[in-house]
């Protein structure tokens, strides 16, 4: 780092033609001298929550021993050369109610049990990234981002007697409001990065034919930022807008391949037909979302519960919660070890790009703090009971081993222990009854 006498604003961001584009934290952002006293002390620490649905082939994803050293399973094989960011939790539950798949979602950040309902008289219970967003969205333009695979049209498709509004999102502001999950690249990048103000469908295409990109309006400011800066903030800059210039990329390539393979009105602008293609997007906007420091907390469902996406691109083109329901079928399993394992690898992306992403004296997979799982264990039984949970990052300052708690250990414990590292502490939420120890492991 070079130590000058002045320093950028944080919240510095580049203007242009109406646009404006927020940036990473630079060296140059960081007060002369405060920052060799600060930065390392107290890094800002990012709170993630990846849910995927229809349950687990649970002996594929549970490692066969505890502690350091642990082999990773089948599922989990791709996370294995980022182990020591990575822990596997066994043995906790989530809190029984009817309608086992709203139960899996609603209960999973809540801890409370979705009611039977017809959508006029919803019932959940505000979820720990809520609670996380209201302290941390104090110093950033959003407090949370919610976001997701599926869309929410998917009436007919839910559990009997229970409103689609439970298995649509794991996020609730309240006991009675769900929050939307936005499964749409382009209204996600308008949402961190701006737009005309207007989603009229012709509007943007103007926009866009006027513009060949957003960056095209500030490449001047770009350019007359970047003299201001050492060659260490120049790199980082120039490294931050090609992430961007690619994501928009491709968020139109995108946009062209849905207008001609579908009609507009089956498939938004800007939503990939190819599953994979459609989460690095999400995955590289949360990444954006969280270098900027536009918001510190991102929900992401890579699926909602019931869904019947199809996995043709894996050789699975069957639908995946018919699949769930295996009855012990040979074919099935292996079928639905496959769409566990393809999830995690979509995830191991993420982390990779995480873990290549300069933040202060880390990088954001060493100040994050990442949930990833489902809302029930064996799927065919719909169970319960030792959840699927591992938690990724350094935020948490524990990593690399599988560790086994208690089977009466509420997942809603975890939750706790997470809003203590982000410093919000909460004296309870739903079924918890104390706290998750996470204590760190030397010498991993």
């Given at each position: 780092?070079?130590?000058?006498?002045?320093?950028?604003?944080?919240r510095?961001?580049?203007?242009g033609?109406?646009?404006?584009?927020?940036?990473?934290?630079?060296?140059?952002?960081v007060?002369?001298?405060?920052?060799?006293?600060?930065?390392?002390?107290?890094?800002?620490r990012?709170?993630?929550?990846?849910?995927?649905?229809?349950?687990?082939?649970?002996?594929?994803?549970?490692?066969?021993?505890?502690?350091?050293?642990?082999e990773?399973p089948?599922?989990l094989?791709?996370?294995e050369?980022?182990r020591?960011h990575?822990?596997?939790?066994?043995?906790?539950?989530?809190?029984e109610?009817?309608?086992?798949h709203?139960?899996?979602?609603?209960r999973?950040?809540?801890?409370?049990?979705?009611?039977?309902?017809?959508?006029?008289?919803?019932?959940g219970?505000?979820s720990?990234?809520?609670?996380?967003?209201?302290?941390?969205?104090?110093?950033?333009?959003?407090?949370?981002l919610?976001l997701?695979?599926?869309?929410?049209?998917?009436?007919g498709?839910?559990d009997?007697?229970f409103?689609?509004?439970y298995?649509n999102?794991i996020?609730?502001?309240?006991?009675?409001?769900p929050?939307?999950?936005?499964?749409?690249?382009?209204?996600?990048?308008?949402?961190?990065?701006?737009?005309?103000?207007s989603?009229d469908?012709?509007?943007?295409?103007?926009?866009?034919?006027?513009?060949?990109?957003?960056?095209?309006?500030?490449?001047?400011?770009?350019?007359?930022?970047?003299?201001?800066?050492?060659?260490g903030?120049?790199?980082?800059?120039?490294?931050?807008?090609?992430?961007?210039?690619?994501?928009?990329?491709?968020?139109?390539?995108?946009?062209?391949q849905?207008?001609?393979?579908l009609p507009?009105?089956a498939q938004?602008?800007?939503?990939?037909?190819?599953?994979?293609?459609?989460?690095?997007l999400?995955?590289?906007?949360?990444?954006?979302?969280?270098?900027?420091?536009l918001?510190?907390?991102?929900?992401?469902?890579?699926?909602r519960?019931i869904?019947?996406r199809?996995?043709?691109?894996?050789?699975?083109?069957?639908?995946?919660?018919?699949?769930?329901?295996?009855q012990?079928?040979?074919?099935?399993?292996?079928?639905?070890?496959?769409?566990?394992?393809?999830h995690?690898?979509?995830?191991?992306?993420?982390?990779?790009?995480?873990?290549?992403t300069?933040?202060?004296?880390?990088?954001?997979?060493d100040?994050s703090?990442?949930?990833?799982?489902?809302?029930?264990?064996d799927?065919?039984?719909?169970?319960s009971?030792?959840?699927?949970?591992?938690?990724?990052?350094?935020?948490?300052?524990?990593?690399?081993?599988?560790?086994?708690?208690?089977?009466?250990?509420?997942?809603?414990?975890?939750?706790?222990?997470?809003?203590?590292?982000?410093g919000v502490?909460?004296e309870q939420l739903?079924h918890?009854?104390?706290?998750?120890?996470l204590?760190?492991?030397?010498?991993?």
């Amino acid at each position: 780092m070079i130590v000058t006498q002045k320093a950028l604003p944080r919240r510095t961001v580049l203007r242009g033609l109406g646009a404006s584009l927020a940036l990473p934290l630079l060296d140059g952002m960081v007060p002369a001298f405060a920052a060799l006293r600060t930065t390392a002390a107290a890094p800002v620490r990012r709170l993630g929550v990846v849910y995927v649905p229809n349950g687990m082939m649970m002996p594929h994803w549970t490692p066969s021993t505890e502690g350091a050293g642990f082999e990773f399973p089948t599922i989990l094989k791709p996370l294995e050369p980022y182990r020591s960011h990575v822990e596997v939790l066994s043995g906790m539950h989530g809190v029984e109610s009817e309608g086992p798949h709203a139960r899996s979602s609603t209960r999973f950040l809540t801890g409370v049990p979705s009611k039977p309902d017809d959508g006029s008289d919803l019932r959940g219970g505000v979820s720990m990234d809520q609670l996380a967003g209201r302290v941390h969205g104090r110093e950033t333009q959003l407090a949370t981002l919610e976001l997701a695979l599926d869309g929410r049209d998917f009436a007919g498709s839910c559990d009997d007697g229970f409103s689609c509004a439970y298995t649509n999102t794991i996020a609730w502001a309240n006991d009675v409001t769900p929050l939307p999950m936005e499964n749409n690249p382009r209204a996600v990048f308008e949402r961190l990065f701006g737009d005309t103000g207007s989603t009229d469908p012709a509007i943007r295409r103007a926009r866009l034919e006027k513009d060949a990109s957003l960056l095209d309006s500030v490449t001047d400011r770009a350019a007359d930022l970047s003299r201001q800066l050492g060659a260490g903030d120049q790199a980082k800059l120039g490294q931050y807008l090609d992430a961007v210039r690619d994501i928009e990329r491709r968020i139109r390539m995108a946009e062209a391949q849905s207008d001609r393979e579908l009609p507009v009105v089956a498939q938004p602008a800007g939503i990939p037909d190819a599953v994979g293609e459609h989460a690095k997007l999400m995955f590289d906007l949360m990444a954006l979302a969280w270098e900027t420091d536009l918001t510190r907390v991102v929900t992401f469902m890579m699926g909602r519960e019931i869904t019947g996406r199809t996995y043709a691109e894996i050789g699975v083109p069957d639908a995946h919660h018919p699949i769930s329901h295996h009855q012990r079928d040979p074919e099935k399993l292996a079928k639905l070890t496959k769409i566990n394992q393809y999830h995690v690898q979509l995830f191991s992306a993420f982390v990779e790009r995480l873990a290549a992403t300069q933040d202060g004296d880390g990088t954001l997979l060493d100040h994050s703090m990442i949930v990833y799982g489902a809302g029930m264990a064996d799927s065919n039984s719909h169970a319960s009971t030792n959840l699927p949970i591992l938690l990724a990052g350094g935020g948490a300052g524990t990593g690399g081993r599988h560790v086994k708690y208690p089977e009466d250990t509420p997942l809603a414990n975890l939750h706790l222990s997470l809003l203590d590292k982000m410093g919000v502490p909460v004296e309870q939420l739903g079924h918890s009854n104390g706290r998750l120890p996470l204590e760190p492991l030397s010498g991993v």
